[in-house]
């Protein structure tokens, strides 16, 4: 099974700063790599796969980067609606498919 | 507009069993793979079941192996989750999800809860 350690955990961020959150994988995934947003009381959102590739209806200032086992989303300056939950996923070795453990952004 | 609606959560005792259904529309149900992935109580998530297009292929977690049987009905556009053995670990919000032909989860739905609990 494929382990997917995100960091940090918690990220405090202004609004209108730079987050980069960080993704890593126990082994390759290639570019097998999805990202999820999910707010309170929300489902998940996919907002990236194939590690840089933006969903529809996704704002061009979220974006990914990343193959093999080292992974990032940058969101360029955050909105008050990013601040939320963020998940990374492979998708290459299954079953299982694996999700990191979340990093959560908050305002600073 | 794709839409997946997850239904039958509810309160159910330690062994007892409950039954999920999701209604999909908005998309060709036959011919997209799906899955069920859950979420405990301020946890992350976990991804529970898949079954392909046409059912030919079926996999769960070792956490559910045994107890949980997903099942399709592509005439009615939905997936099932048959949960028996439930335990209080079994207890979250469980998604409905759409496997894209890229092969990640692209659509969710609103989730239903399962609490186990005595």
């Known amino acids: 099974e494929i382990v997917m350690t995100q960091f940090p955990a918690t990220l405090s961020v202004s609004p209108g700063e730079r987050a980069t959150l960080s993704c890593r994988a126990s082994?390759?995934?290639?570019?097998?790599l999805a990202w999820y947003q999910q707010k309170p009381g929300q489902a998940p959102r996919l907002l990236i796969y194939g590690a840089s590739t933006r969903a529809t209806g996704i704002p061009a200032r979220f974006s990914g980067s990343g193959s093999g086992t080292e992974f990032t989303l940058t969101i360029s300056s955050l909105q008050s609606e990013d601040f939320a939950v963020y998940y990374c996923?492979?998708?290459?070795?299954?079953?299982?498919?694996?999700f990191g453990q979340g990093t959560k952004v908050e305002i600073k | 507009e794709v839409q997946l609606v997850e239904s039958g959560g509810g309160l159910v005792q330690p062994g007892g069993s409950l039954r999920l259904s999701c209604a999909a529309s908005?998309?060709?149900?036959?011919?997209?793979?799906m899955n069920w992935v859950r979420q405990a109580p301020g946890k992350g998530l976990e991804w529970v079941s898949y079954?392909?297009?046409?059912?030919?292929?079926?996999y769960y977690a070792d956490s559910v192996e045994g107890r949980f049987t997903i099942s399709r009905d592509d005439a009615k556009n939905s997936l099932y989750l048959q949960m028996n053995s439930l335990g209080v670990e079994d207890t979250a919000v469980y998604y409905c999800v759409r496997r894209s032909n890229s092969w990640d989860f692209d659509y969710w739905g609103q989730g239903t809860l399962v609490t186990v609990s005595s």
């Open positions: 082994q390759s995934v290639s570019s097998n």
């Open positions: 079954i392909s297009s046409r059912s030919r292929t079926i």
């Open positions: 908005g998309f060709t149900f036959i011919g997209y793979s």
């Open positions: 996923q492979q998708y290459d070795n299954w079953p299982p498919w694996t």
